[in-house]
C-alpha cells in the first residue's frame, strides 16, 4: 500500500503542493493528471525520495528499491548506459570485472576513479536479476543493439525512454512511480507499458496525457489543481473522471443560474419596497403615515443583509469557468480545393543511405484524416517531409493538387523558438501573419490557452508546450485547407490536446498526422497507413 499523507512543498516561493493524500492498494494504478506545471513531476520526485516534502507523510510499500521513471535525462548527457542503467545488462560480465578491478585497487587503493568504478560495478551486481531473466525484456523493448558503453547524449528519446523501462522493470520494484512513460515510444512500445503496468502487482503511480493508456490501467485518477496546489482523487478510469468533471460542471453552472435568478428577484423586491417607502414619504408630512413608510424600508434593509448573507455564505456558487470550446472555435479553411489532395503512387523512401519504405500507396481527400503509423525510425517523418516537397522520393511519385494549402506542425521546435522570430512576441508573430489590431492578436491567442502574460512574452522565453500552441494559432490563421500534423498532440497537456481535438472536430479540409496517440487515432482516422507493413527489406 502507497499513502500519501498530506503533503505540501513550496519552491521559488510558489505553493506547488498543499496537503495532497491519496493512497494506492497494491496491484492499483493512479494516474495523475493536471496542465503543465501544476506540479506532477514534483509530486512523483517526492514520492521517489529526490525531493523532500515542506510536510505531510509518506509510507511506502515494503521490498526493495522504487521503480522511478523519470521525464527526462536532462544533465546526465555525458553517462554511459551502464552507469545510469546498472540494472539493464544483469551480471553480464560484471564478475570479470570486478575481479580485475579488486586486483587493481590492491596496487593502488587510493585511486578515486578505482574506488568509483569498483562501487558502480557492485551496484550493476546487486540492482538486479541475471542476464537470462533480462534478455525477454530487452527483446521486447528493441534494445539488443544498444552498448553498455554509449552515452545517453548520444541516444534518442525513444532508447532513453525505453532503457528506464527495463531498468525499473528489471529490478522487480514494490512501488511503480512513472512520468510520462509513452513519451517518444512508438505504438508497440505503448502497448508493451501499458500491459506491464497491468501486471505489476504493487502500487503504481503514473503521470500521463496518454488518456487510451490511464483508461487501460488506472483504477483512479488524482487531479492536480496548478492554481492551489491541491489534489483530489476521483474513482475509475480517466473516461470515469472526464464523465464526473463535466457532470459537476454542469450542476454547477445549474446551481449558479438558478442562484442568480433568486438574487435578482431579491434585488427586485428589494428596488420595489425601497420605492415604495421613498413615495409614502415624500407624499405625506404625516407622522404615522411616514411611520409606516419607515416601516417599509427596514424590510428593504432586512432583504439587503440576506442578500449580502448569501453572497458571503460557504454554500455561495461561484461563476463556473468557461469550457474549452476549442482553438480559435474551429480550424479555418479559406478554399476547400479539389476532392483529391494528395496521392501517393507505388513510393519508396531513403534517408541517411537507408531505404525506409517501398511500395506505399494511399490518397488523402478533402474532409477525410489519414493518420500514419509504425515503428519509430519507419520513416513516419520523411513521408510528411516528402509530400510536402522537401525530400526527394526514391521510387514512385507523389501527386499534391495544385489547389492544396498546407499548414505543417513540425514535430521539432516550432520555427518561430529560432532565428529573428525569437525575439518576437506571440502578439507581434500574429499581427505579421494577418492584419489585425493587437487585441484582435490577444484574443486569438487566448483561445489557444495563452494567458495574458505569455502573449507579450518573446518567444524564445516560452515554454515548449506553449511555443506549440502559438505554432498551431499561426497555422490556422493561413487558412489552410490541408494539415499535415507531425505528432501534433506532443507537449500539449490533457486540457490543450482536448481544446486542439474540439477545434479540429470542426474542420472541413484533409488532415494527414503522424501520432502514437490512440485516443486521437480512435476519434478521427478515417483511414491509418502502416509503414512498418510497407518496411523495406
Request: net charge negative; with cysteine.
Given at each position: 500500500?502507497l499513502?500519501?499523507?498530506?503533503?505540501?512543498?513550496?519552491?521559488g516561493?510558489?505553493?506547488v503542493l498543499?496537503?495532497?493524500?491519496?493512497?494506492?492498494?497494491?496491484?492499483?494504478?493512479?494516474?495523475?493528471?493536471?496542465a503543465?506545471?501544476?506540479?506532477?513531476s514534483?509530486?512523483?520526485?517526492?514520492?521517489?525520495?529526490?525531493l523532500?516534502a515542506?510536510s505531510?507523510?509518506?509510507?511506502?510499500p515494503?521490498?526493495g528499491p522504487i521503480?522511478?521513471?523519470?521525464?527526462?535525462?536532462?544533465?546526465?548527457?555525458?553517462?554511459?548506459?551502464?552507469?545510469?542503467?546498472?540494472?539493464?545488462?544483469?551480471?553480464e560480465?560484471?564478475s570479470?570485472?570486478?575481479?580485475?578491478?579488486?586486483h587493481?585497487?590492491?596496487l593502488?587503493?587510493?585511486n578515486?576513479?578505482l574506488?568509483?568504478?569498483?562501487d558502480?560495478?557492485?551496484?550493476?551486481?546487486a540492482?538486479?536479476?541475471a542476464?537470462a531473466?533480462?534478455?525477454?525484456?530487452?527483446?521486447?523493448?528493441g534494445l539488443?543493439d544498444?552498448?553498455?558503453?554509449?552515452h545517453?547524449?548520444?541516444l534518442?528519446?525513444?532508447?532513453l525512454?525505453r532503457l528506464g523501462?527495463l531498468?525499473?522493470?528489471?529490478?522487480?520494484?514494490?512501488?511503480?512511480l512513472?512520468?510520462e512513460p509513452?513519451?517518444?515510444?512508438d505504438?508497440?512500445g505503448?502497448?508493451?507499458v501499458?500491459?506491464?503496468?497491468?501486471?505489476?502487482?504493487?502500487?503504481a503511480?503514473?503521470v500521463?496525457?496518454?488518456?487510451?493508456?490511464?483508461?487501460?490501467?488506472?483504477?483512479?485518477?488524482?487531479?492536480?489543481d496548478g492554481?492551489?496546489g491541491?489534489?483530489?482523487?476521483?474513482a475509475?478510469n480517466?473516461s470515469a473522471y472526464?464523465?464526473?468533471?463535466a457532470?459537476?460542471?454542469a450542476d454547477?453552472?445549474?446551481r449558479?443560474?438558478?442562484?442568480q435568478?433568486?438574487?435578482?428577484?431579491?434585488?427586485?423586491?428589494?428596488?420595489?419596497?425601497e420605492?415604495?417607502?421613498?413615495?409614502?414619504?415624500n407624499?405625506?408630512?404625516?407622522?404615522?403615515?411616514?411611520?409606516?413608510?419607515?416601516?417599509?424600508?427596514r424590510r428593504a434593509?432586512t432583504?439587503k443583509?440576506r442578500?449580502?448573507r448569501?453572497?458571503?455564505?460557504?454554500e455561495?456558487v461561484?461563476?463556473?469557468?468557461r469550457?474549452?470550446q476549442?482553438?480559435?472555435?474551429s480550424?479555418h479553411v479559406?478554399?476547400?480545393?479539389?476532392?483529391?489532395?494528395?496521392s501517393?503512387?507505388?513510393?519508396?523512401l531513403a534517408a541517411?543511405?537507408?531505404?525506409?519504405?517501398?511500395?506505399l500507396?494511399f490518397d488523402?481527400r478533402?474532409g477525410q484524416t489519414?493518420?500514419?503509423?509504425?515503428?519509430?525510425?519507419?520513416?513516419?517523418?520523411?513521408l510528411?517531409r516528402?509530400?510536402?516537397?522537401?525530400?526527394d522520393?526514391?521510387?514512385?511519385?507523389i501527386?499534391?493538387?495544385?489547389?492544396?494549402?498546407?499548414?505543417?506542425?513540425?514535430?521539432?521546435?516550432?520555427?518561430?523558438?529560432?532565428?529573428?522570430?525569437?525575439?518576437?512576441?506571440?502578439?507581434?508573430?500574429?499581427?505579421?501573419?494577418?492584419?489585425m489590431?493587437?487585441?484582435e492578436?490577444?484574443?486569438v491567442l487566448?483561445?489557444?490557452?495563452?494567458g495574458h502574460t505569455?502573449?507579450r512574452?518573446?518567444?524564445?522565453e516560452?515554454?515548449?508546450g506553449e511555443?506549440?500552441?502559438?505554432?498551431?494559432?499561426?497555422?490556422v490563421?493561413?487558412g489552410?485547407?490541408?494539415?499535415?500534423?507531425d505528432?501534433?498532440?506532443?507537449?500539449?497537456d490533457?486540457?490543450?490536446q482536448?481544446?486542439f481535438e474540439t477545434?479540429?472536430?470542426?474542420?472541413d479540409?484533409?488532415?494527414?498526422?503522424?501520432?502514437?496517440?490512440r485516443?486521437?487515432i480512435e476519434?478521427f482516422?478515417?483511414?491509418?497507413?502502416?509503414?512498418?507493413?510497407?518496411?523495406?527489406?
Amino acid at each position: 500500500m502507497l499513502t500519501i499523507d498530506s503533503i505540501s512543498k513550496e519552491l521559488g516561493g510558489r505553493v506547488v503542493l498543499r496537503a495532497v493524500s491519496f493512497t494506492v492498494p497494491p496491484g492499483q494504478a493512479a494516474g495523475v493528471v493536471g496542465a503543465n506545471g501544476a506540479g506532477k513531476s514534483t509530486l512523483l520526485r517526492i514520492i521517489a525520495g529526490e525531493l523532500a516534502a515542506d510536510s505531510g507523510r509518506i509510507q511506502l510499500p515494503r521490498g526493495g528499491p522504487i521503480g522511478y521513471l523519470p521525464q527526462g535525462y536532462s544533465g546526465r548527457e555525458g553517462e554511459t548506459v551502464a552507469e545510469a542503467f546498472p540494472g539493464v545488462f544483469g551480471g553480464e560480465g560484471s564478475s570479470e570485472e570486478l575481479e580485475r578491478l579488486g586486483h587493481e585497487l590492491a596496487l593502488d587503493p587510493y585511486n578515486p576513479a578505482l574506488v568509483a568504478a569498483y562501487d558502480r560495478v557492485l551496484a550493476r551486481l546487486a540492482a538486479g536479476p541475471a542476464e537470462a531473466a533480462i534478455e525477454p525484456l530487452r527483446e521486447a523493448l528493441g534494445l539488443r543493439d544498444i552498448s553498455r558503453e554509449a552515452h545517453l547524449g548520444e541516444l534518442s528519446g525513444g532508447e532513453l525512454t525505453r532503457l528506464g523501462l527495463l531498468s525499473v522493470a528489471a529490478s522487480q520494484p514494490p512501488l511503480l512511480l512513472l512520468d510520462e512513460p509513452t513519451n517518444h515510444l512508438d505504438l508497440a512500445g505503448i502497448e508493451w507499458v501499458q500491459a506491464f503496468v497491468r501486471r505489476f502487482r504493487g502500487p503504481a503511480v503514473v503521470v500521463s496525457h496518454d488518456r487510451a493508456l490511464l483508461d487501460a490501467c488506472a483504477q483512479q485518477i488524482v487531479e492536480v489543481d496548478g492554481a492551489t496546489g491541491t489534489a483530489e482523487s476521483f474513482a475509475g478510469n480517466y473516461s470515469a473522471y472526464a464523465e464526473e468533471k463535466a457532470r459537476r460542471a454542469a450542476d454547477q453552472l445549474e446551481r449558479y443560474r438558478r442562484q442568480q435568478r433568486e438574487e435578482r428577484h431579491l434585488k427586485e423586491v428589494i428596488s420595489a419596497v425601497e420605492s415604495r417607502s421613498r413615495s409614502i414619504e415624500n407624499k405625506s408630512i404625516d407622522f404615522y403615515v411616514r411611520k409606516r413608510a419607515k416601516k417599509v424600508a427596514r424590510r428593504a434593509v432586512t432583504l439587503k443583509a440576506r442578500v449580502e448573507r448569501q453572497l458571503e455564505s460557504a454554500e455561495h456558487v461561484t461563476r463556473p469557468g468557461r469550457a474549452l470550446q476549442g482553438f480559435a472555435g474551429s480550424f479555418h479553411v479559406e478554399e476547400q480545393g479539389a476532392a483529391l489532395l494528395v496521392s501517393v503512387m507505388n513510393v519508396a523512401l531513403a534517408a541517411g543511405g537507408r531505404r525506409l519504405v517501398e511500395g506505399l500507396s494511399f490518397d488523402v481527400r478533402r474532409g477525410q484524416t489519414t493518420v500514419i503509423t509504425g515503428p519509430n525510425g519507419a520513416g513516419k517523418t520523411t513521408l510528411l517531409r516528402a509530400i510536402l516537397g522537401a525530400h526527394d522520393v526514391s521510387e514512385g511519385r507523389i501527386a499534391f493538387s495544385a489547389s492544396a494549402t498546407p499548414g505543417y506542425l513540425a514535430q521539432s521546435e516550432p520555427a518561430s523558438a529560432v532565428g529573428q522570430e525569437a525575439a518576437m512576441t506571440p502578439v507581434e508573430l500574429l499581427r505579421r501573419k494577418r492584419p489585425m489590431t493587437d487585441g484582435e492578436a490577444s484574443n486569438v491567442l487566448h483561445r489557444f490557452l495563452l494567458g495574458h502574460t505569455q502573449v507579450r512574452t518573446p518567444v524564445r522565453e516560452l515554454s515548449y508546450g506553449e511555443r506549440r500552441r502559438l505554432a498551431l494559432a499561426l497555422m490556422v490563421l493561413g487558412g489552410a485547407n490541408l494539415l499535415v500534423l507531425d505528432e501534433p498532440t506532443n507537449h500539449l497537456d490533457l486540457p490543450s490536446q482536448e481544446a486542439f481535438e474540439t477545434a479540429l472536430a470542426g474542420y472541413d479540409g484533409a488532415v494527414i498526422a503522424v501520432t502514437h496517440d490512440r485516443y486521437f487515432i480512435e476519434q478521427f482516422a478515417d483511414e491509418v497507413v502502416d509503414l512498418g507493413a510497407f518496411a523495406a527489406v
